[in-house]
């Protein structure tokens, strides 16, 4: 007589791994350190424009990030990352080769709509592994982790990008960028689906799962009002990342300089990330929410008062306090949402965060070229006044006890970060 053969058990560890190396190699990128020099210089597009360009990309991302958090929370998390490599890759491969202003807009909404695919689905895949093996109470430092190793790919990235373009043309540098995807894409075959997501993927439907990720926000205050920090706190990045390199060119630095400068950048932002889950359990969620908001805001304003390529250490406040916020918010989501809203709910920082962006983007082009000072000053005085108010709201609604939902899984008393009731 046959027995049946027990399926095998989830190794945690290993496919820990998998999401590392996966992200990892989608993150190396080296167009990304040249882009802006990219389109002004080689596709001759002004300022203004790349801000249309990037007010249109994140229009895209907004329109499919919800969309695609339900995706995987319904199709699951392998299958998201699948679609977001094809599309993503698509997109950054007719960037390298359009020579249109129209062609470039087709790869951006390409290039906007795969990222879509991943944000979010990063976290809850980590998350659920995690709670396949009850090691749900590493998540903040496991996740801290796996952005410092984005942002270090990130950096690598960075420097192959301005050699790449200093040695060769920067259309090369930007047609490298499709090379990485290719290169990421066999990870997948590695990668298996988490038991819990596994098993709540199939259990609704498609529009159900919307239905589920808003009454979670709806009857959880402080899940709405982090979130809505968050956002806000992300309101300057596009001034950073688009006026970023056109700061270091206005002082005569080298494209090869231009990618090396990139690496103490993201280094910073990968220090914020390792630094989460220590900084979370000595000083609270209230502590860290102070001190992002606190470098984001002190980095702005020495940007706009020092006229001096110094200014670039700088840049580095604020990617410290985004590479700590970003792991300290998915934490606390994640404690809040079960498995089968989590992509869902984790999607929509990113779809208010796509929603600024896209503000902001057009904004920030005009802006760099009347007065990159008073770009980064204006800046500084949104967020203090957006980010300010969203963080006083969640401060009250995070002082409530959460209210009964047989729908949610309570929070634990040993995954609630210091500081909170």
Known sequence: MAHATAPPAYDTSRQVRVLNALLGLMNLQPHVAIWVVYLVEFRDVSLAQVGLMEGAFWLVTLAFEIPSGAFSDRFGRRVSFATGILIEGSGVLLFALAD?????????VLWASGIAFRSGND????YDA?????RTDEYADRFGRLHALIRIASSGGAILGGVLAGLTNLQIAAFAGFVTFVVAAPSLLFMREPPKAAATTSAGSYLGTFAAAWR????????RYIILFEVAMMMGAPIQFILFQPFLREYGVSLVLLGILVVPIELAAAAGSLATGRLLRRIGMHGVTLVALGGTLAGLLLLAAIDHVVALAAFALPMFARGLITPAVSSYINTRATSDV????LSVGPFGTALTFAVMAPL??????ASLPLAFASAAAVILLAAGATLALWWRADRQPPPEDPATTPVA?????PGER
């Open 100 to 108: 249109t202003f129209p062609l470039l807009m087709v790869s951006y």
């Open 123 to 126: 976290g809850a895949f980590l």
């Open 130 to 134: 995690l709670a396949a093996s009850d």
């Open 216 to 223: 979670l926000l709806r009857r959880r205050p402080a899940v």
């Open 342 to 345: 989590r992509a869902t709910v």
């Open 364 to 369: 920030a082009g005009v802006a760099g070229d």
């Open 413 to 417: 008393a040993d995954q609630r970060q």
